[in-house]
């Protein structure tokens, strides 16, 4: 795969020779950890790659679910990419302040809305800024743009269907967060979670397939990464991790290396995590 598809990953270099286009849509789509003290909207009002809009994780979300960021109703995602001028015929790159981390989440939400002209800026704003690129604090003028959806099911996979793959293990289920997250020998962040995986689950970190610099590794190293898991590349994939943020990640790059079969589980060990009736395992598998 090249090193720049408008459909999965594009470089610094591709998004400032396209820049001026007049059908590209930049998103902010930065997101932080609590623990990082980190404010993104602030941090976009400040400094964004010109034209960029913002695009809020935490309120393009489903607020009536109690899990965090969870997937937004078909009609609400319609409603603010309209608003913020993004729609049909546009494409799209989303960028985040930690070189690529939610920008893969808002990747996968699109494609998940059937909207496949859609990547994520490799190596974020670090990588823009490190290489003394234009940024601006105006905010972009918006204008309305319509936008068509159709919402393909079969990318996200819900607490119902995630128990039936563990139990059948009909599918490699891939968790992205650390390894002693996954092993449960840490407590998670969020209170009331039991500590531990799905049972049968692979663990695959999502650094693990980023080079330091924040940019994702070559499609050699992603495949690397999920064979030294034990990850069968010839299954269906359901990735997960803490809140349906970084598993997005793990997409992402079985996308790169031409994986097709991949969903994500929306509610991950927040929700997982979160009932005693589900079986949770401890220790490498």
């Known amino acids: 795969m090249p090193q720049s598809d408008p459909k999965t990953l594009v470089s610094t270099d591709w998004l400032a020779g396209h820049l001026k286009d007049p059908d590209l849509r930049v998103l902010d789509a930065s997101w932080y950890f609590e623990s990082e003290g980190r404010d993104a909207r602030a941090?976009?009002?400040?400094?964004?790659?010109?034209?960029?809009?913002?695009?809020?994780?935490?309120?393009?979300?489903?607020?009536?679910s109690e899990l965090p960021h969870a997937v937004p109703p078909v009609e609400k995602f319609i409603s603010r990419m309209r608003a913020m001028g993004v729609g049909d015929g546009h494409q799209v790159v989303v960028y985040d302040g930690i070189g690529l981390r939610s920008?893969?989440?808002?990747?996968?939400?699109?494609?998940?809305?059937?909207?496949?002209?859609?990547?994520?800026?490799?190596?974020?704003?670090?990588?823009?800024q490190a290489e003394g690129r234009e940024t601006e604090d105006m905010p972009p003028i918006l204008r309305d743009r319509h936008i068509t959806v159709q919402r393909q099911a079969h990318l996200i996979k819900d607490v119902t269907q995630v128990a039936a793959a563990a139990k059948l293990g009909d599918h490699d289920i891939v968790d992205a967060r650390s390894p002693a997250r996954f092993r449960g020998e840490e407590p998670e962040p969020r209170a009331g979670l039991r500590a531990g995986h799905i049972p049968g689950s692979k663990n695959v970190h999502y650094s693990d397939l980023l080079n330091p610099d924040g940019t994702m590794k070559p499609p050699e190293a992603l495949r690397a990464a999920f064979d030294a898991a034990g990850v069968d590349l010839n299954r269906p994939v359901i990735s997960t991790c803490g809140s349906g943020v970084t598993a997005c990640i793990i997409d992402l790059a079985l996308e790169r290396i031409g994986h097709r079969r991949h969903a994500v589980y929306d509610g991950s060990w927040s929700e997982w995590g979160m009932y005693d009736d589900l079986a949770v395992a401890t220790g490498e598998s």
Do not use: C, N, Q, S
């Not at 941090?43 to 607020?63: K, M, Q, S, V, W």
């Not at 808002?106 to 494609?111: E, I, K, L, S």
């Not at 990547?119 to 990588?127: E, M, R, S, T, Y």
């Open 43 to 64: 941090e976009y009002e400040a400094a964004h790659i010109p034209g960029a809009r913002f695009f809020d994780i935490d309120e393009i979300a489903d607020l009536r």
């Open 103 to 128: 920008a893969a989440r808002v990747w996968w939400m699109f494609r998940l809305m059937g909207k496949t002209d859609i990547a994520v800026l490799d190596g974020g704003l670090p990588k823009w």
